[in-house]
T-cell receptor, first 113, second 114 residues
Framework: DTEVTQTPKHLVMGMTNKKSLKCEQH?????MYWYKQKAKKPPELMFV???????INESVPSRFSPECPNSSLLNLHLHALQPEDSALYLC????????????FGPGTRLTVL | AQTVTQSQPEMSVQEAETVTLSCTYD???????LFWYKQPPSRQMILVIR??????QNATENRFSVNFQKAAKSFSLKISDSQLGDTAMYFC???????????FGQGTTLQVKP
């Protein structure tokens, strides 16, 4: 299984809502990532988890809260988002931090009203 | 600071022809990887090809090959026999170092025309 899955595919939320994005991989990877991608732009790194511990937070606003419950799962909890947070949120995983290839999920298309 | 530059925002090529996408980078690391990722419209980002910096031989994957010029810090992607399914945004990336961070270029949108 060389797949990273993400749910939901699409999400529309109001600025006062609380929602969560979910990412799952069963490749035995120990590093997982959240990226934010705007249209026609490269992905921007948000968070990196290594062995279920947060290793990088790229100065992301606190309205985004990551969680890594186990080695296969990565969540991104959303609260009080702004319209400018509307984007494609990508999850990725790799065997380790220094290993080469990152495998990307299909993303969650988020719209904040 | 590490940087990746893709100087061609958009390119087009006729089906069955060959096209080359450019990428230059800057890093002070001695050991690193370079990648080309493909992101078709509204579809998943997938790895096209990767190159380990310490390997002098250029990587190839079927119709995709790279021209890796380490001294010039250049890493171009050649697509031979272009197919309609090659239409996508292509990102050059540098990394990951010890932190897992990938540094992406701004991307090149490639349109393959029938």
């Amino acid at each position: 299984d060389t797949e990273v899955t993400q749910t939901p595919k699409h999400l529309v939320m109001g600025m006062t809502n609380k929602k969560s994005l979910k990412c799952e991989q069963h490749m035995g990877h120990r590093a997982m990532y959240w990226y934010k991608q705007k249209a026609k732009k490269p992905p921007e790194l948000m968070f990196v988890y290594s062995y279920e511990k947060l290793s990088i937070n790229e100065s992301v606003p606190s309205r985004f809260s990551p969680e890594c419950p186990n080695s296969s799962l990565l969540n991104l909890h959303l609260h009080a988002l702004q319209p400018e947070d509307s984007a494609l949120y990508l999850c990725a995983s790799s065997q380790g931090l220094a290993t080469d290839q990152q495998f990307f999920g299909p993303g969650t298309r988020l719209t904040v009203l | 600071a590490q940087t990746v530059t893709q100087s061609q925002p958009e390119m087009s090529v006729q089906e069955a022809e060959t096209v080359t996408l450019s990428c230059t980078y800057d890093t002070s690391e001695s050991n690193y990887y370079l990648f080309w990722y493909k992101q078709p419209p509204s579809r998943q980002m997938i790895l096209v090809i990767r190159q380990e910096a310490y390997k002098q031989q250029n990587a190839t994957e079927n119709r995709f090959s790279v021209n890796f010029q380490k001294a010039a810090k250049s890493f171009s992607l050649k697509i031979s026999d272009s197919q309609l399914g090659d239409t996508a945004m292509y990102f050059c990336a540098l990394g990951p170092g010890n932190t897992g961070k990938l540094i992406f270029g701004q991307g090149t949108t490639l349109q393959v025309k029938p």
